[in-house]
């Protein structure tokens, strides 16, 4: 069964702290994605991948790097947390032709 | 940057009546975006509904179709008569197979009346 699986599933942060939200797929998907979604605003690219070892700027990358290990593991960095990146993270994999597109349920993060 | 902007939901129809909910595009990084309509179910996963990677051609799936037109960016949905089943939110997406780059737009929630 298609699988993205995410950690924290939740997260509360101070200002000024480093944050690693995590994700794993065992869809054997080249291409994997970092989205946030706000209200009003809908989802959000912030960093991709196509394939190991590779990471691209999303539409609002700035505040956030992203590291991708091996094919199943991507992960979304923020070095100095800011109470603007309260938000609700997906992560997403997908097959190059962008027919198969599964996400992660989400994390919420709260930087106090 | 790239960005997507389709109707605000939620949008209500009747049963049998028609539906377009628009969808229109730009590409500032993306040569040869390639356009798509997902649908999720109500307790279900994103599914990809239908796509276009040419501009001019129309894609179909399901009773409903979309047009890529590259001189007014738009890539609407449309459904000549749609069904209680059609209940879903659809989200309109470009991408670029080269980068693996896959933009969304907001999301249309449909709600159909019977």
């Given at each position: 069964e298609a699988a993205v699986t995410q950690s924290p599933r939740n997260k509360v942060a101070v200002t000024g702290g480093k944050v690693t939200?995590?994700?794993?797929?065992?869809?054997?998907?080249?291409?994997?994605?970092?989205?946030?979604?706000?209200?009003?605003?809908?989802?959000?690219?912030?960093?991709?991948?196509?394939?190991?070892?590779?990471?691209?700027?999303?539409?609002?990358?700035?505040?956030?790097?992203?590291?991708?290990?091996?094919?199943?593991?991507?992960?979304?960095?923020?070095?100095?947390?800011?109470?603007?990146?309260?938000?609700?993270?997906?992560?997403?994999?997908?097959?190059?032709?962008?027919?198969?597109?599964?996400?992660?349920?989400?994390?919420?993060?709260?930087?106090? | 940057g790239d960005s997507v902007t389709q109707t605000e939901g939620p949008v209500t129809v009747s049963e049998s009546e028609s539906l377009i909910i628009n969808c229109t595009y730009s590409a500032t990084s993306i040569a040869y975006p390639n356009l798509f309509w997902y649908v999720r179910y109500p307790g279900e996963g994103l599914q990809l509904l239908l796509k276009v990677i040419t501009a001019g051609q129309k894609g179909s799936s399901r009773g409903f179709e979309a047009t890529y037109n590259k001189e007014t960016t738009s890539f609407h949905l449309q459904k000549a008569s749609v069904q209680e089943s059609d209940s879903a939110v659809y989200y309109c997406a470009l991408g670029d197979y080269n980068q693996g780059k896959l933009i969304f737009g907001q999301g249309t929630k449909l709600s159909i009346k019977p």
């Open positions: 939200l995590s994700c794993n797929q065992t869809n054997n998907h080249n291409n994997m994605y970092w989205y946030r979604q706000d209200t009003g605003h809908g989802l959000r690219l912030i960093h991709y991948s196509y394939g190991a070892g590779s990471t691209e700027k999303g539409d609002i990358p700035d505040g956030y790097k992203a590291s991708r290990p091996s094919q199943e593991n991507f992960s979304l960095i923020l070095e100095l947390a800011t109470p603007s990146q309260t938000s609700v993270y997906f992560c997403a994999s997908g097959d190059r032709q962008h027919t198969e597109v599964f996400f992660g349920k989400g994390t919420r993060l709260t930087v106090v | -």
